[in-house]
């Protein structure tokens, strides 16, 4: 026996490694191109946390002030701090600093958006629903977690583009009634902008949100692998059983997926600048910087800002600040209501059973059509926080950019949800033809009474599957009952007391049914 073979005998007959190994080997995993949303929320975090141990070498967290004397002629003998001068630093002196810089940038911002992206996904195919609900919840607060690592993330450098967003947050912050000016004091460590801001910001950012983070990551692995996979319908797939490519071939795939996120990060990290703080220069609290813009995933927060009118209400020697107040509530509401679905669905339809098996959107036209209006008002609330850049591209007033904004936050969510679950409901009527008269071949044969009529081939089982799978709901009772009793009311309207009108035959309900399928064919 080799030497080799001695440690893995010694480990695994203390760890169990080599059993745990085979038993997780034999399972199966699901194989669709969505669950790579996951994947890449998965990679690109890891891409965070390399490129950010990277970046504490050389970053300094402190707000004193020294003389600029580093690369960057045009700033040079100004005084700026400490935190800006490390990144300037890192930016122009550190042999590929500027790049790591570039790539820790861009990954945070493609995992909020494969986080939010793969959220989407769990919430339109239903995949949240018991036993899966802590999963929900774990990416939920991981979602949140990202922004405010973002938010602490690119205020770091202490530019002037950082202490614009700064000052907007520190205003949101002191809206808050009671308790609002003693957070101010305590995050920035006195008035603002203070002298330990970015000491506090740089702990939140490299010790306790990524902490979190990774602990919220390790459970939410665990509860996939205790639950097992969902999947979609198919032919052969149950609730009970999981269909898909063993777990080595995942492996290897998976591993080529990790280097495929790794390298388009860092291809966008050297071809596509971001966060020039040279450009900006250091932060100084009577100046703001012109077109300023957040993060695209803060921007929700900054649009529904904007557009807010500048409402005070005074009461007991008090003013309180609605213009930040009201925006703060609708943002934290959005997010908690996305956060609460899974409960408030499963209380509504009375669901408690185990599901295993993915809903097509269609299927579900009442949640899907919620979750375009969700995501209509966000889009929405995003532009309004480039109203300004809207207004000055396309030569408008930016009155009218904020009053479109304003009226689109309450029109367009209702008219997406509309629209929305109309169309589901048409696909599922489209589904239903292809499954009783099979699919349009464009073939056109003429009938020997002269008519013309389209020939259609039948679905394959697999078609059939995927068409049918899904739960059909029966009518609920108390349709039925004001039916009868409206069919007891207009008998006795026509034909007097104790008449009623004859429900159709068997014979009938077969001849009307013939007939309505041959005129639609």
Not at 131 to 159: E, H
Not at 228 to 234: F, K, L, S
Not at 352 to 357: D, K, Y
Request: charged letters at 15%; glycine letters at 10%.
């Amino acid at each position: 026996m080799s030497r080799g073979e001695r440690v893995a005998d010694w480990a695994d007959g203390r760890l169990g490694v080599r059993r745990l190994v085979r038993e997780r080997a034999r399972r199966a995993f699901p194989d669709h191109w969505s669950f790579m949303l996951g994947e890449t929320c998965l990679y690109s975090f890891v891409v965070l946390v390399v490129t950010g141990v990277y970046l504490t070498f050389y970053f300094h967290p402190s707000m004193k002030e020294v003389q600029y004397n580093g690369s960057y002629a045009p700033l040079r003998g100004q005084m700026v701090s400490e935190a800006f001068d490390s990144t300037m630093h890192l930016s122009f002196d550190v042999r590929g600093g500027l790049l790591i810089r570039q790539a820790h940038h861009w990954a945070a911002l493609v995992f909020v958006a494969a986080l939010l992206a793969h959220m989407m996904r769990v919430f339109f195919t239903g995949a949240f629903r018991k036993p899966r609900q802590l999963n929900w919840l774990t990416g939920f607060v991981l979602l949140v977690l990202a922004m405010f690592a973002g938010l602490t993330g690119y205020d770091l450098p202490d530019d002037l583009l950082s202490g614009t967003g700064l000052a907007v947050v520190n205003g949101t912050i002191l809206s808050i009634p009671v308790v609002g000016t003693y957070l101010s004091m305590f995050l920035f460590g006195g008035a603002f902008p203070g002298n330990e801001l970015v000491a506090r910001f740089n702990t939140m950012h490299v010790l306790v949100i990524p902490g979190l983070m990774v602990g919220l990551l390790t459970a939410h692995l665990a509860l996939m692998l205790y639950h097992g996979h969902t999947q979609y319908p198919g032919r052969g797939r149950t609730s009970s059983n999981v269909v898909g490519v063993p777990a080595k071939v995942r492996l290897v795939k998976s591993s080529g997926y990790f280097l495929l996120v790794t390298g388009a990060i860092f291809v966008m990290a050297s071809v596509a600048q971001i966060n020039p703080v040279w450009q900006y220069g250091p932060y100084r609290a009577d100046q703001v910087s012109a077109g300023s813009q957040p993060d695209w995933y803060m921007g929700v927060a900054d649009g529904l800002l904007r557009v807010m009118p500048g409402w005070e209400v005074t009461f007991w020697g008090h003013t309180l600040a609605l213009d930040n107040l009201i925006p703060l509530s609708v943002g934290v509401g959005l997010f908690l209501a996305l956060g609460a679905y899974p409960f408030i669905e499963s209380w509504a339809t009375g669901d408690t059973r185990e599901q295993n098996l993915l809903d097509r959107p269609r299927n579900r036209s009442v949640r899907t059509a919620l979750g375009v209006a969700w995501l209509s008002l966000y889009v929405v609330s995003l532009i309004g926080a480039a109203n300004d850049i809207i207004a000055v591209r396309f030569h408008v007033p930016v009155e009218s950019v904020t009053w479109t904004v304003r009226i689109g936050l309450f029109v367009v969510p209702v008219v997406a949800y509309a629209l929305t679950k109309r169309l589901a409901l048409g696909l599922q009527r489209s589904d239903r033809d292809k499954v009783l008269h099979g699919r349009e071949t464009g073939v056109i044969k003429r009938m020997p009474n002269g008519e013309f009529v389209e020939v259609h081939e039948p679905l394959s089982q697999e078609q059939l599957h995927v068409l049918t799978q899904h739960e059909q709901y029966k009518p609920l009772v108390l349709g039925v009952r004001l039916t009868q009793q409206l069919r007891s009311l207009i008998s006795e309207t026509l034909y007097g007391e104790g008449a009623q009108i004859a429900k159709p035959t068997a014979q009938e309900y077969r001849a009307l049914h013939k007939g309505r399928t041959d005129d639609h064919a």
